[in-house]
């Protein structure tokens, strides 16, 4: 079963901020939280990914708790383009190397 | 930089067929690993191959099996097919020294059992 709970779907205005949360309670030291999304019917496509400090990249910044219990992938300026479903996901490289992956968060980007 | 490619783009089979999906791993990259997206459901995990080797697997039945080259490309096979088996097939690419490594997705292949 997935180690993460998100809402099942979120609405978002053109041009604002996206802020998608997960929740990650019994996450372990060494895993990493990852996010993913996926645009209808394609692969999905890797985002960021963090241990415990927060990470920023061109896509994406994340935001992790400093329990590590919860995050929040942050769209600075969502597009039309971002609507999607966005994925959170608990990661064990070491041990077991597969990614379990929950529902998702359906997020409409609205014009 | 090519990315992860996978053929074919789609693909329809009658029960009790076998069929065989590819995957070419992004340039670097060593370990292949295989999902299963039902419609509606986030992806399952099927294996893993490493060093041409099964290294993990996901509570799937025998009647799927994969293989992995020498050039680290792949392949997996589902034979007897069922209705059930009808779903988005994922091929997703990493480079694994010790761990730490991001799983990057093919477009993926969709089969339809009919």
């Known amino acids: 079963d997935a180690k993460t709970t998100q809402p099942p779907s979120m609405d978002c205005a053109e041009g604002r901020a996206a802020n998608l949360p997960c929740n990650h309670s019994?996450?372990?030291?060494?895993?990493?939280v990852y996010w993913y999304r996926q645009i209808h019917s394609q692969g999905p496509q890797y985002i960021i990914h963090?241990?415990?400090?927060?990470e920023t990249n061109e896509m994406a910044s994340l935001i992790i708790t400093e329990d590590r219990k919860s995050s929040t992938l942050i769209l600075p300026h969502a597009t039309l383009r971002d609507t999607a479903v966005y994925y959170c996901i608990v990661y064990n490289a070491g041990n077991n190397r597969k990614l379990i992956w929950g529902l998702g968060t359906s997020l409409a980007v609205n014009p | 930089d090519a990315g992860v490619t996978q053929s074919p783009t789609h693909l329809i089979k009658t029960r009790g067929q076998q069929v065989t999906l590819r995957c070419s791993p992004k340039s670097g990259h060593d370990t292949v690993s295989w999902y299963q997206q039902a419609l509606g459901q986030g992806p399952q995990f099927i294996f893993q191959?490493?060093?041409?080797?099964?290294?993990q697997r996901g509570n799937f039945p025998d009647r799927f099996s994969g293989h992995q080259f020498p050039n680290y490309s792949s392949e997996l096979n589902v034979n007897a097919l069922l209705l059930g088996d009808s779903a988005l097939y994922l091929c997703a690419s990493s480079f694994n020294p010790s761990g730490g490594d991001t799983q990057y997705f093919g477009p993926g292949t969709r089969l339809t059992v009919l």
């Open positions: 019994t996450i372990s030291g060494n895993e990493y």
């Open positions: 191959y490493y060093e041409e080797e099964e290294r």
């Open positions: 963090g241990l415990k400090n927060n």
